[in-house]
């Protein structure tokens, strides 16, 4: 089955300063890769996503970039904000099934 | 509110009881999801709804899992014969036929004593 893996775990990044998260998936047919934003407590928030026939998707401040070939995508964030403090999960589903499966995560601590 | 919502979002329960959870999701979604999320983990999926039929059952819904989605619009997750190690955030999502984006609630927190 569909396995993804994520890393850093933990990135502290200086105010105004990028941010940058990785994610790899290990089955081709996986076509749907979102990122969800999920602060303590609460709900996991889609923040963007990208498929499987588009290789950069940009929303503001926030881009996501896919490898199909490698079998990896990524979140960026530019001009970090305090408020980006959270813990960023990645997914990958197929439309077969439509389950997500999720990465790790990774808290992401924006210094002052 | 327009967004997905849980009941109860907070059970505590002993060991051996069994607990109910409510799911209703955004109105006209007709997929709805359950994933449970531990403590530092990303959420891992246990089951699927398109409409009324339950279409995906992950390996981790023992037989103590059931779910249900008899009309199309809420759903309900029972465990029964609780275990400590069933206690997590129970979250539910939903989302819109030939849309991939999910919703999620704001889940339910479960502590088995």
């Known amino acids: 089955g569909e396995n993804v893996e994520q890393h850093p775990s933990t990135l502290s990044v200086q105010e105004g300063d990028s941010a940058v998260i990785k994610c790899t998936y290990s089955?081709?047919?996986?076509?749907?890769f979102p990122w969800y934003k999920q602060e303590l407590g609460k709900r996991p928030q889609l923040i963007i996503d990208?498929?499987?026939n588009v290789g950069e998707k940009k929303d503001q401040r926030i881009a996501v970039t896919l490898n199909k070939t490698a079998k990896h995508f990524s979140l960026h964030i530019t001009e970090t904000q305090p408020e980006d403090s959270a813990v960023y999960f990645c997914?990958?589903?197929?439309?077969?099934?439509?389950?997500?499966?999720w990465g790790a995560g990774t808290k992401l601590i924006i210094k002052p | 509110d327009t967004g997905v919502s849980q009941d109860p979002r907070h059970k505590i329960t002993k060991r051996g009881q069994n607990v109910t959870f409510r799911c209703d999701p955004i109105?006209?979604?007709?997929?709805l999801y359950w994933y449970r999320q531990t403590l530092g983990q990303g959420p891992e999926f246990l089951t699927y709804f398109q409409n009324e039929a339950q279409l995906e059952k992950s390996r981790l819904l023992s037989d103590r899992f059931s779910a249900e989605r008899p009309k199309g619009s809420f759903s309900t997750l029972e465990i029964q014969r609780t275990e400590q190690g069933d206690s997590a955030m129970y979250l539910c999502?939903?989302?819109?036929?030939?849309?991939?984006?999910?919703?999620f609630g704001p889940g339910t927190r479960l502590t088995v004593l």
């Open positions: 997914a990958a589903s197929m439309k077969s099934n439509y389950q997500l499966i």
């Open positions: 109105s006209e979604h007709n997929r």
């Open positions: 999502a939903s989302s819109f036929s030939g849309r991939d984006e999910q919703f």
């Open positions: 089955d081709s047919a996986s076509n749907y």
């Open positions: 990208i498929r499987s």
